[in-house]
């Protein structure tokens, strides 16, 4: 009787700590396909059609609907460690692509980003703790496979914690730094109170604003309202005046109310707008990409 008592707790012990560690690899599963979600709803929408990065959101998707799998159908802490490592990983991608710009791209401050680094945040978080406690991978209770690291539980979650709020603490000052969707500040400042320009871009001459970022147009847009507002003009920064005809620009310029009041410039009837992806003069990175709603294309001095 008495060695049924002592192995009571101990079973009780074993019982409880086996749906938190299921707990813990299906929150981490969610967490992995939430975040996939949201790239896979960015590549369909128009991301695909960018270089490199296009095909980069597909493998994200890929593998985190794939490590979600595995962590559903096996209690392998190796499973889960890949599952945090790849959450951090992506989240920095993320941070250098916002604050440093990647293969071309520069991404900005909107919804969809600030949600997803959060998730990928929160994934690395609930994998982390699950890969580095040794009780929770295992259905019997008993150390699981994989990882050996030699620290306590409250070691384990001490550093999780902490390199939780690192991840937060960065992600949070860049999107501080970063140009917020709808700003448009590179637009307005490079254009405002200069005069149009040409360039010779891939054998086109396009129009450009005074340091020499190429302009583009909008399909969607109308000659008198811009359909890009929101997250769209975070990438696709609208142009502001006034602006005045350079050498060789010969079209017509005017000018458009947009929706929040402010006033854009437009060239032969076309809203003009810079891309974050053009870093300097002579790249027209945002030529005939599918984005934000409908396709973009550089200006043509003839204003085609």
Request: proline share 5%; aromatic share 8%; with cysteine.
């Amino acid at each position: 009787m008495s060695t049924q008592l002592r192995k009571g707790p101990a079973s009780r012990v074993k019982a409880a700590s086996l749906p938190l560690g299921l707990l813990l690899r299906v929150a981490g599963t969610g967490l992995l396909w939430a975040t996939a979600a949201i790239h896979l709803d960015l590549y369909l929408t128009g991301y695909r059609t960018i270089p490199t990065i296009g095909p980069l959101f597909l493998f994200q998707v890929v593998a985190a609907f794939a490590l979600g799998g595995l962590l559903l159908v096996t209690p392998s802490r190796l499973a889960a460690a890949a599952g945090a490592g790849f959450a951090l990983s992506t989240l920095g991608g993320y941070l250098l692509t916002v604050q440093f710009g990647l293969f071309g791209f520069r991404e900005v401050r909107t919804t969809p980003g600030i949600v997803a680094g959060i998730i990928d945040v929160a994934a690395f978080a609930v994998l982390a703790v699950y890969a580095a406690v040794p009780s929770f991978a295992d259905r019997r209770g008993k150390p699981g496979s994989g990882l050996s690291l030699g620290i306590s539980q409250r070691q384990a979650g001490l550093g999780v914690v902490g390199v939780s709020l690192v991840a937060l603490a960065l992600l949070g000052g860049a999107l501080a730094a970063a140009g917020s969707a709808g700003g448009g500040s590179q637009g307005g400042q490079a254009a405002a109170g200069s005069g149009l320009r040409t360039a010779s871009i891939g054998g086109v001459t396009v129009l450009t604003n005074a340091r020499g970022l190429t302009l583009y147009w909008f399909a969607p847009d109308t000659p008198t309202k811009s359909a890009c507002n929101g997250d769209c003009a975070g990438y696709w920064p609208p142009v502001r005046g006034p602006l005045t005809a350079g050498r060789g620009v010969t079209g017509r310029l005017g000018t458009i109310t947009r929706a929040d009041g402010s006033t854009q410039e437009t060239y032969d009837g076309h809203p003009l707008y810079t891309y974050v992806g053009d870093s300097g003069p002579g790249q027209a990175h945002g030529n005939n990409l599918n984005l934000n709603g409908g396709l973009w294309h550089e200006v043509p001095v003839s204003g085609g």
